[in-house]
Nanobody
Framework: QVQLMESGGGSVQSGGSLKLSCVGP????????MAWHRQAPGKERELASA???????QYLHSVVGRFTISLDLAKNTLYLQMNSLKNEDTGVYYC?????????????WGQGTQVTVSS
């Protein structure tokens, strides 16, 4: 069973930085589009950033210039560097492997890590 495990969440003041990590099996990172979704309290889950190995990263408009997604295949780890954090970035951040090819399932999700930004 594929497991994705996030880490790096926490509480930070507005303007601060956090770096999220997602560890999983190598086959997932090579065969799926990797993504960070987030869900703020009382709101629907939204795609914050996505990247398929060899492709171009995608970002939610509100995080452009502040967030950077990256993939280290040698470490089987997906990262999300978050700078200049704002209160509205608060939420649970989920690592996801989507649109997978050649794996048992089409998508896999982590359990999420909480990010709290306060003024």
């Amino acid at each position: 069973q594929v497991q994705l495990m996030e880490s790096g969440g926490g509480s930070v003041q507005s303007g601060g930085s956090l770096k999220l990590s997602c560890v999983g099996p190598g086959t997932v990172f090579s065969n799926c589009r990797m993504a960070w979704h987030r869900q703020a309290p009382g709101k629907e889950r939204e795609l914050a950033s996505a990247y398929r190995n060899g492709g171009s990263p995608q970002y939610l408009h509100s995080v452009v210039g502040r967030f950077t997604i990256s993939l280290d295949l040698a470490k089987n780890t997906l990262y999300l560097q978050m700078n200049s954090l704002k209160n509205e970035d608060t939420g649970v951040y989920y690592c996801a492997a989507e649109f997978c090819r050649g794996t048992d399932a089409n998508e896999y999700w982590g359990q999420g890590t909480q990010v709290t930004v306060s003024s």
